[in-house]
């Protein structure tokens, strides 16, 4: 699957979408789905919860393992996605529509730190030798 | 991932990269963790019929006129059961402290050739171990590692169907077998055994001949199963994983496997009198987490009679829930309620008794 280019990325395979009001939407990468295999649980952080740029804030777990999902930017979580919640699964049969929470960041300029699509895929690529 | 050393691999790596395996590095060996779903595979052995790539388990053959007298000290369960040719036998062997060494399938062909299956991780150690017997105790056997066999597990309820469908004929070696039983003809060895709680045979074969086996399984129908389901189809067995649910310092006694070790008869066994001197403060059980989330081995179990550790934990595709094998303090009966501990939260567990599921079957409330 290609890596869309529209949105930013971490190196801790997080998805970022800048939406038109400022926010923030994150999600894991399709990438990170497809090395953790058949999700079957997603615990989102508590709506209000403060974060730090690179914090702990949510796990995804697949019939394999567990992994953390790390803020990409420091500010607060505003909205968690009920729907990814109860169909874990949504994030392996799409992992840039099952978004699991959304950002209000602390400084609207902080995205300009992530990694573009380019970027991201160089190191996707870096990863698979 | 950078470091590359020459992983093993077994007379089907090839098939496997065909079939669009994702391969892992299973203790050295090349193996497919899935084929595309975990999930889809885990369903297809329990509703039809899932093939199995296990040539990285040895089989060992030990011949001589001693072998019974052998093994009757070797391992902890009695192969005095094994009466009629062709039964198995599943035993753990134990070291001098009644730890668990490994565990094998004990196949009796003859009174002088008996073939064990051990663990691929631990075959050497096994090996070495068992040669060490041998010359102590002046058996004069001949033990043979058969890495020229391929090994195929072909399992679940279409397994028999599938077989032979793919092999016309092989009735005639399997004839009416029952399970816990093999035959062999020639380099053909089948058996009527598995580790997924259902019906099936695992299948010895000249690893040359393995590839063409395999493609003739697949046509028949049977669907290709990673490593992955293959974890989750035996922990809903409640079938121990050694490395996991035991090794060399937990005894059978306090790792499920009572049953496997026949203190009966005077029968002297190697890690017997550890055994029964030793005191069980520990048993297994089952757990099905209550609340949400997913149990995992080394979480920490809190009881009322204090701390016990999950050895294998998992989400159980069958029954869209988490389960777990558990080692716990003596005196937590089934029914009860424990927490595990998980990140930073404690989640209640119920504890059961298992196996979970049995041919398809959910067996626990």
Redesign the interface.
């Known amino acids: 699957m290609s890596i869309p280019a529209d949105l930013k990325y971490t190196p801790s395979h997080e998805w970022v979408r800048v939406e038109t009001d400022g926010t923030l939407t994150v999600g894991i990468t399709h990438h990170a789905q497809d090395l953790l ?2 999700m ?2 997603v ?1 989102s952080p508590a709506v209000g919860r403060v974060l730090a740029k690179g914090e702990e804030c949510a ?1 995804v ?1 697949s ?2 393992a ?1 992994s953390d999902v790390y803020a990409p930017v420091a500010g607060e979580v505003v909205a968690t996605n009920g729907d990814t919640e109860s169909s874990p699964e949504a994030i ?1 049969a799409d992992a840039y529509a099952a978004w699991m929470f959304k950002i209000k960041p602390v400084d609207a300029g902080a995205t300009a730190e992530l990694l573009d699509a380019a970027a991201y895929q160089k190191l996707v690529e870096s ?1 698979a ?1 | ?2 470091t590359q050393t020459a992983l093993k691999t077994t007379p089907l790596n090839a098939v496997h990269r065909e079939a669009g395996a994702k391969m892992v590095d299973f203790g050295g060996w090349d193996m497919p ?2 084929y595309g ?3 889809e595979e885990h369903h297809a052995v329990r509703t039809g019929c899932g093939l199995f790539d296990v040539s990285h388990m040895l089989p060992l053959d030990v011949r001589g006129e001693n072998v019974r007298a052998f093994l009757r000290r070797l391992v902890a369960n009695n192969v005095d059961k094994l009466q009629s040719a062709g039964r198995a036998l599943y035993s753990c062997m134990l070291n001098e402290a009644g730890g668990v060494i490994d565990d094998l399938i004990i196949y009796f062909m003859d009174e002088s050739w008996f073939r064990l299956v051990v663990n691929a991780g631990t075959a050497e150690k096994d090996l070495a171990w068992m040669e060490k017997m041998n010359a102590e105790w002046g058996m004069g056997l001949t033990l043979t590692p058969r890495r020229d066999l391929a090994m195929v597990a072909i399992q679940g309820p279409k397994a028999a169907e599938v077989l032979n469908n793919a092999l016309p004929g092989v009735d005639l070696i399997t004839g009416n077998l029952k399970p816990f039983n093999a035959a062999a003809m020639g380099e053909m060895f089948v058996a009527r055994t598995g580790y997924t709680g259902e019906d099936g045979f695992e299948v010895m074969i000249l690893a040359k001949s393995a590839p063409m086996f395999w493609r003739a399984l697949s046509e028949a129908g049977g669907k290709p199963i990673g490593l ?1 389901a293959r974890d ?1 189809l035996r922990l809903e067995a409640g079938m121990n994983l050694y490395g996991q649910d035991m090794d060399e310092t937990q005894n059978p006694l306090e790792s499920g496997l009572a049953w496997t070790v026949d203190m009966k008869t005077e029968r002297d066994f190697v890690g017997r009198k550890a055994l029964e001197s030793s005191e069980l403060s520990k048993q297994m059980v089952g757990l099905v987490l209550l609340d ?3 149990l ?1 081995g080394h979480q920490k179990v809190l009881t009322k009679h204090g701390e016990g550790e999950i050895t294998s934990g ?2 159980s ?1 069958t029954m869209q829930q988490s389960i777990a094998l558990a080692r716990i303090p003596m005196g937590i009966a089934p029914g009860e309620e424990v927490e595990v501990e998980i ?1 930073d939260k404690k989640l209640r567990a119920k504890v059961v008794k298992y196996p979970f599921v049995r041919n398809g079957k959910i067996l626990v409330a």
């Open positions: 295999g058949d079957v649980f615990e796990v777990e019939v394999k567990a392996n990863e030798h | 991932m950078s963790v899935n779903s975990q999930i992955g989750t949400k989330g997913v995992r998992t989400f595709p990140r």
